[in-house]
C-alpha cells in the first residue's frame, strides 16, 4: 500500500528552511501581540454571552428554566457548544475567565490551520499563516475567539467527510457543533445537500435534507432577536450584491482612492477563479486530498453572503466592510492560494510572489492596525479602571443607549455579587511629579493636552483622571501614533491629549470635579501623577 504523500519526512534544503521559518514569523509576531493585550476585562458582547447567560442560568431553579436558558438564541446565533463549556468551567472554578476562553478559541484555529496545512506545500503553507495571523480582524482573535472561531475547525472537518463520504454520525456530530456553535454554521448542510446530489448517494441527500429541514423547524418555533426589518427591492438587492463582491477583496483596507473600483475587480476575480476552479475540479467527487478546500470556499463565501444579505452597508457604490467580517476574506485568499500551489503545476516565480504578497498585506495591516488595537486595549482598560471607583461601566464599550448601559451594569453587579468574576485591582502608587497640561473648555467638556513627558505605547497604558468627589474616571488618551511612526521605529511618545465630553457620560459632577492627574498603568501597577491644568477659563 503507498504511504502517503504528507506522511513522506520532509527533505532539508536552504530554501524550505526559509521557508518554514517564515511560517513561524507571523506566528510569533501575531501571539507575542496576543498574549501582550489578553486582558479578562468584558467588551459589548461579553456582557451576555457570559455575564447575563451565567447570570440568569445560575438564578434557574427549576430544571426547565434553566433548559431554557441555555437554549435562548442570542442575535440569532445557538451557542450551545460554548455552553455547554461555560457551565462546568464557572461552576467548577466558581470563575467566569474569559481569557481562558480566548484561548480556547484560538486553540480551535490553530487545529483548524493544521488540519489544512501539509509539510508537502511548505510555500502555500507560509501564505495561509501569513493571511491568517494578522491583525485585520484583530478582535475576532483577541477578544471574541470563543464565540466566533470554533466554527471554522467544526465546519472545515465536516465538509471534508462529507467530500470523502465519510461516517455519518461524525458528520452529523460536526454538522451539530458547527451549526451549534455560530449561525453561519447551518451552510454546513446546505452544501452537504449540493455534495450529495452531485455524487448521487440518496441516503445521504435525505439525511443532510431532513437535518436541514429539522433545524429550520427548530429556528422557526424557538424565535429569537431578528435583525431590523429590511424591505428586500432592488436597492436591497443591489446594495447587498456590492458588498457581497467587495467583501472577498476586504483582506486589507483600501485607500479613499481605490473605492469602490478595484475591490470591486478584486472581489469579482476570487470569484470567477473559484468558479473556475469548482467547474474545472469537481471538487464534490473525492479525487485528491485537498480536494474539498474548494468546497469549503463555497463555505466561506456563502457566509460572505449571509453577512451580505443581513448585514449589508453600502454608501454610493462603497461597500462599508467592519473589521469583524474580515477574517472571512483573507481566508479565502489565504485558501484559494494553498489550494492552487498544491493542485496546480505553478512556477518558482509564482509560488514566491504569493508568499511575498501575502508578507506585504499582513505587515501593511500591522502598520494600520498596531495602533487601533493599542487604542481599544487603552480604552478597555479605562473602562475596568472606571468600573473599579464608580461600580459603572461608563463609555467603553461603545453601546447604544441607556438601557444597555444598565443591562451591562446589572449584570455585573449581579455576578460580581455572587464572586463569578472579579473587578480589575491594580496596585496604586502615588507620587509627586508633577506635569503641566493645557485646557481648551467648552459647554460639554474639555480637550486635554500634556507636553514634556515620555512614556511607551507599547508597554504602558495612560490616561487623564478627573476626580470627582470620592470617585475617578479614566479618560483614555488619544495618541498621536501613526502607521508612519511604525515604519520610523518610534517607540515613544512626548506628548498626550483627550477630549473629556460631559454629556456623553451622562456623569453630572465631571463638570464640578475636584482635580485632573495624569496615570500610566504598567505590568499592573497605576502611578498617579499631579498636573497642573491650565485654561482660558479654568485652573485646578
Not at 497640561?437 to 497604558?461: Q, V
Amino acid at each position: 500500500m503507498p504511504v502517503p504523500t504528507y506522511l513522506n519526512p520532509i527533505k532539508f534544503t536552504i530554501n524550505n528552511f526559509i521557508v518554514f521559518v517564515l511560517i513561524l514569523i507571523p506566528i510569533f509576531l501575531f501571539y507575542s501581540l496576543f498574549f501582550h493585550f489578553l486582558t479578562n476585562i468584558p467588551y459589548i458582547d461579553d456582557f451576555s454571552w457570559y455575564f447575563n447567560f451565567i447570570n440568569k442560568f445560575d438564578s434557574a431553579n427549576a430544571f426547565q428554566d434553566k433548559l431554557h436558558t441555555f437554549l435562548d438564541p442570542y442575535n440569532n446565533h445557538r451557542h450551545y457548544f460554548q455552553r455547554l463549556l461555560i457551565i462546568p468551567f464557572v461552576y467548577l472554578t466558581g470563575q467566569i475567565n474569559i481569557s481562558f476562553f480566548i484561548i480556547i478559541g484560538n486553540i480551535s484555529f490553530i487545529a483548524f490551520l493544521s488540519t489544512i496545512i501539509r509539510k508537502t506545500n511548505l510555500i502555500g503553507s507560509a501564505v495561509l499563516v501569513w493571511l491568517a495571523f494578522q491583525p485585520i480582524s484583530f478582535m475576532n482573535y483577541y477578544t471574541f475567539a470563543f464565540f466566533n472561531l470554533p466554527v471554522f475547525l467544526f465546519s472545515l472537518l465536516c465538509i471534508r467527510l462529507m467530500v470523502q463520504q465519510g461516517t455519518l454520525r461524525w458528520i452529523i456530530l460536526l454538522g451539530l457543533l458547527a451549526t451549534f456553535s455560530n449561525g453561519n454554521g447551518l451552510l454546513v448542510w446546505l452544501l452537504g445537500i449540493l455534495i450529495s446530489l452531485v455524487q448521487k448517494d440518496g441516503k445521504r441527500l435525505i439525511v443532510y435534507g431532513a437535518t436541514l429541514s429539522l433545524l429550520i423547524l427548530v429556528y422557526s418555533l424557538q424565535g429569537g432577536q431578528a435583525d431590523s426589518p429590511r424591505v428586500i427591492d432592488v436597492e436591497f438587492i443591489s446594495h447587498a450584491l456590492l458588498y457581497f463582491i467587495q467583501i472577498h477583496a476586504y483582506f486589507v483596507n483600501w485607500p479613499d482612492y481605490a473605492l469602490p473600483w478595484i475591490p470591486l475587480l478584486i472581489g469579482t476575480g476570487l470569484l470567477l477563479i473559484v468558479g473556475y476552479l469548482v467547474i474545472k475540479n469537481k471538487p464534490f467527487y473525492y479525487k485528491s486530498e485537498k480536494s474539498y478546500l474548494l468546497v469549503y470556499l463555497l463555505f466561506l463565501s456563502l457566509s460572505m453572503a449571509l453577512i451580505s444579505f443581513l448585514r449589508s452597508s453600502v454608501n454610493g457604490l462603497n461597500a462599508n466592510v467592519i473589521d469583524h467580517y474580515k477574517i472571512y476574506p483573507c481566508l479565502f485568499l489565504g485558501i484559494l492560494i494553498y489550494y492552487c500551489t498544491e493542485q496546480k503545476s505553478l512556477t518558482t516565480f509564482w509560488k514566491y510572489s504569493f508568499v511575498a504578497i501575502s508578507i506585504l498585506i499582513t505587515l501593511v495591516n500591522y502598520t494600520i492596525y498596531i495602533p487601533r488595537m493599542y487604542t481599544h486595549f487603552t480604552n478597555q482598560v479605562a473602562d475596568a479602571l472606571n468600573y473599579h471607583s464608580t461600580k459603572k461601566w461608563l463609555f467603553y464599550p461603545v453601546i447604544q443607549g441607556k438601557k444597555e448601559y444598565e443591562f451591562v451594569n446589572t449584570v455585573s453587579n449581579a455576578v460580581i455579587k455572587k464572586g463569578y468574576y472579579s473587578e480589575i485591582e491594580p496596585s496604586i502608587t502615588e507620587t509627586n511629579t508633577r506635569y503641566e497640561a493645557n485646557a481648551d473648555s467648552t459647554k460639554s467638556g474639555l480637550i486635554l493636552r500634556a507636553e514634556n513627558l515620555t512614556y511607551s505605547p507599547f508597554s504602558e497604558h495612560v490616561f487623564f483622571v478627573v476626580n470627582c468627589g470620592s470617585y475617578q474616571y479614566h479618560f483614555p488618551v488619544l495618541s498621536d501614533r501613526s502607521w508612519k511612526d511604525i515604519l520610523r521605529f518610534r517607540f515613544q511618545q512626548t506628548s498626550i491629549n483627550a477630549v473629556i465630553d460631559w454629556n456623553a457620560l451622562n456623569e453630572p459632577c465631571l463638570s464640578h470635579f475636584d482635580k485632573i492627574r495624569f496615570a500610566r498603568l504598567k505590568n499592573g501597577s497605576l502611578t498617579y501623577y499631579p498636573l497642573s491644568v491650565v485654561a482660558k477659563s479654568l485652573t485646578k
